[in-house]
């Protein structure tokens, strides 16, 4: 499994002025490209950093086989870039030019621009991709009503609309795409992105790029998102008797399902019949249920785990079921700390309460932005947290090691021993998800085709051999 997620940015110097996003993105990767001549590397845990486009700046989890391990990482991240982030403050003050940078962990900005979060699930390659998209997209349609970021949506400048209304929506996302699979990503986002690029061994796997989700700050609700994926995944895998839920009009569906706060509005099904959000994915969760009670447990040596336990999924049906209870009754306090949009609209409905103000007040579209900051002090997220109004999941000193330290358990540990050992040598590398290089005339190259090994004796003589001083 893993994550790729793009950040918004921005950064302002003072109430009138700012820099643009190109500007202030090359000044956050500026020691890089000066290190590396590159604005895309791997980092010494293995992930992926880069500036893509639009001036975003994106981490790529490394490759990671358990729910935790995934939070870890992703949190890492975020941490990552938080720290780039202040180093780039002081060289502006160096500089005299000052001002603050922000990263935003969210998925759309004040003009109605969108960037994305998306999931990678290694999933067998004799799992039919059309049939395992016809069960997969009800459930990702009407996912949002657990993993939403939620979003106080606006009209958008560029694209008027006299029917629009403004007002908060459970997914920063359901706007945003327009088909249900694609091989595009940004010219026509769809849900599921099809470009078969495996990063592994073609033959017999299949990596499923999921692209509708939302960037979560709930490390909480974050397990819940990609948790509950992991198990319809691997009840589609086992040939699980699901429900036809396949809809008539998908696009459509997710974005009335984004303003139905009962979950109740009726979804027309392609065969004639209606389901509810609530419905479908009541569905799923109870299958899952019943699909954890007779999963095995993987097996767990003294690395650790070799995929997810199932000590890490039961928190995650419990709260699944625990949420869609909610919308029976209306009351969202029991996941009030738990769910994302839930911690952000009822922290809006308190503000806008307090102050009497409407759903267009430029107040509360601000304070829809500042949840998303990454930044440990400013982010209202984070002083929610703080306050007992909201839960994290992974001990800080767990994403504090992952910043540095490649997941034990997948072929991401010889990525990540092989770049501090070419680092710390200076020596000449090419590296991609699968592939290892030593450059020059007398180099090697190595291809690591299976992402469950950690333990490879051609990559351990390109280590030695760099320890030596004999590589090019």
Same mark, same amino acid.
């Given at each position: 499994m893993?994550l790729?997620?793009?950040?918004?940015?921005?950064?302002?110097?003072?109430?009138?002025?700012?820099?643009?996003p190109?500007?202030? *993105?090359?000044?956050?990767?500026?020691?890089?490209?000066r290190?590396?001549?590159s604005s895309?590397?791997?980092?010494?845990n293995?992930?992926?950093?880069?500036?893509?486009?639009g001036?975003h700046?994106e981490?790529a989890?490394?490759?990671c086989d358990?729910?935790?391990?995934l939070i870890a990482?992703d949190? *890492?991240?975020d941490l990552?870039l938080h720290?780039? *982030?202040l180093?780039?403050e002081q060289r502006?003050e160096?500089?005299?030019?000052?001002g603050?940078?922000?990263?935003l962990?969210?998925?759309?900005?004040t003009?109605?621009?969108?960037?994305?979060?998306?999931?990678?699930?290694?999933?067998g390659?004799?799992?039919?991709l059309k049939?395992l998209?016809?069960q997969l997209?009800?459930?990702?349609?009407?996912r949002q009503?657990?993993?939403?970021?939620?979003?106080l949506s606006?009209?958008?400048?560029g694209?008027?609309?006299?029917n629009?209304?403004?007002g908060f929506v459970?997914?920063?996302?359901?706007?945003?795409?327009?088909?249900g699979v694609?091989?595009?990503?940004t010219?026509?986002?769809p849900?599921?992105n099809t470009?078969d690029?495996?990063?592994?061994d073609?033959?017999r796997?299949?990596r499923l790029?999921?692209i509708v989700?939302?960037?979560?700050?709930s490390?909480?609700?974050?397990?819940?998102k990609?948790g509950s994926?992991l198990?319809?995944?691997e009840l589609i895998?086992?040939?699980?008797?699901?429900?036809d839920?396949?809809m008539?009009?998908?696009?459509?569906?997710i974005r009335?399902?984004?303003?139905d706060f009962t979950?109740t509005v009726p979804?027309k099904?392609?065969?004639a019949?209606?389901?509810?959000?609530l419905?479908i994915?009541?569905?799923?969760?109870?299958?899952?249920?019943?699909?954890l009670?007779?999963?095995?447990d993987?097996?767990?040596?003294?690395?650790?785990f070799r995929?997810t336990?199932?000590?890490?999924?039961?928190?995650?049906?419990?709260?699944?079921?625990r949420?869609?209870n909610?919308?029976?009754?209306?009351d969202?306090?029991?996941?009030?700390?738990?769910i994302?949009?839930?911690?952000k609209?009822?922290?809006m409905?308190?503000?806008?309460a307090?102050?009497n103000?409407?759903a267009?007040?430029?107040?509360l579209?601000q304070?829809d932005?500042?949840?998303?900051d990454i930044?440990p002090?400013?982010?209202?997220?984070?002083?929610l947290?703080?306050r007992g109004?909201a839960?994290?999941l992974?001990?800080?000193?767990?994403s504090?090691?992952?910043?540095?330290e490649?997941?034990a358990t997948t072929?991401a540990?010889l990525?990540g021993?092989?770049l501090?050992k *070419?680092?710390?040598?200076?020596?000449?590398i090419?590296?991609?998800w699968?592939?290892?290089?030593?450059?020059?005339?007398?180099?090697?190259?190595?291809?690591?085709a299976?992402?469950f090994s950690?333990?490879?004796?051609?990559?351990d003589?390109?280590i030695a051999?760099m320890?030596t001083?004999?590589?090019?």
């Amino acid at each position: 499994m893993g994550l790729e997620t793009e950040y918004g940015i921005t950064n302002i110097l003072d109430s009138t002025r700012r820099l643009g996003p190109d500007e202030i *993105a090359r000044e956050l990767f500026e020691p890089i490209t000066r290190e590396f001549r590159s604005s895309n590397i791997y980092t010494n845990n293995a992930s992926r950093l880069y500036l893509d486009v639009g001036a975003h700046p994106e981490i790529a989890t490394a490759e990671c086989d358990s729910l935790h391990q995934l939070i870890a990482y992703d949190r *890492a991240g975020d941490l990552t870039l938080h720290r780039m *982030a202040l180093e780039a403050e002081q060289r502006l003050e160096q500089r005299g030019i000052g001002g603050h940078v922000f990263l935003l962990k969210n998925n759309t900005d004040t003009l109605g621009n969108s960037y994305g979060c998306h999931e990678n699930y290694l999933i067998g390659r004799d799992v039919p991709l059309k049939a395992l998209s016809a069960q997969l997209l009800p459930f990702l349609i009407t996912r949002q009503l657990i993993a939403g970021a939620g979003k106080l949506s606006m009209p958008s400048a560029g694209a008027p609309n006299e029917n629009f209304e403004p007002g908060f929506v459970m997914s920063q996302r359901a706007d945003h795409v327009w088909e249900g699979v694609s091989s595009a990503t940004t010219r026509s986002r769809p849900i599921i992105n099809t470009r078969d690029e495996p990063h592994a061994d073609s033959s017999r796997y299949r990596r499923l790029h999921i692209i509708v989700g939302d960037s979560n700050m709930s490390e909480v609700t974050t397990a819940l998102k990609v948790g509950s994926t992991l198990l319809v995944l691997e009840l589609i895998e086992a040939g699980w008797d699901l429900p036809d839920y396949e809809m008539a009009n998908e696009i459509r569906s997710i974005r009335d399902i984004a303003r139905d706060f009962t979950a109740t509005v009726p979804i027309k099904l392609r065969n004639a019949q209606e389901a509810t959000p609530l419905e479908i994915q009541r569905s799923f969760c109870e299958a899952s249920k019943q699909w954890l009670s007779q999963r095995p447990d993987p097996p767990a040596d003294e690395v650790g785990f070799r995929g997810t336990p199932n000590s890490q999924l039961e928190p995650v049906v419990e709260l699944w079921e625990r949420t869609l209870n909610c919308f029976d009754t209306g009351d969202f306090t029991p996941v009030a700390t738990e769910i994302d949009w839930v911690i952000k609209k009822t922290l809006m409905d308190r503000i806008a309460a307090r102050n009497n103000l409407d759903a267009t007040d430029p107040r509360l579209v601000q304070v829809d932005l500042t949840y998303h900051d990454i930044h440990p002090d400013r982010s209202l997220f984070n002083v929610l947290v703080k306050r007992g109004f909201a839960q994290r999941l992974i001990e800080p000193g767990v994403s504090e090691q992952a910043i540095t330290e490649p997941p034990a358990t997948t072929r991401a540990a010889l990525r990540g021993h092989f770049l501090k050992k *070419a680092r710390a040598t200076d020596t000449s590398i090419t590296v991609d998800w699968m592939r290892l290089k030593i450059n020059g005339e007398h180099g090697m190259e190595t291809v690591l085709a299976d992402p469950f090994s950690e333990v490879d004796e051609r990559v351990d003589s390109m280590i030695a051999l760099m320890e030596t001083g004999c590589a090019p």
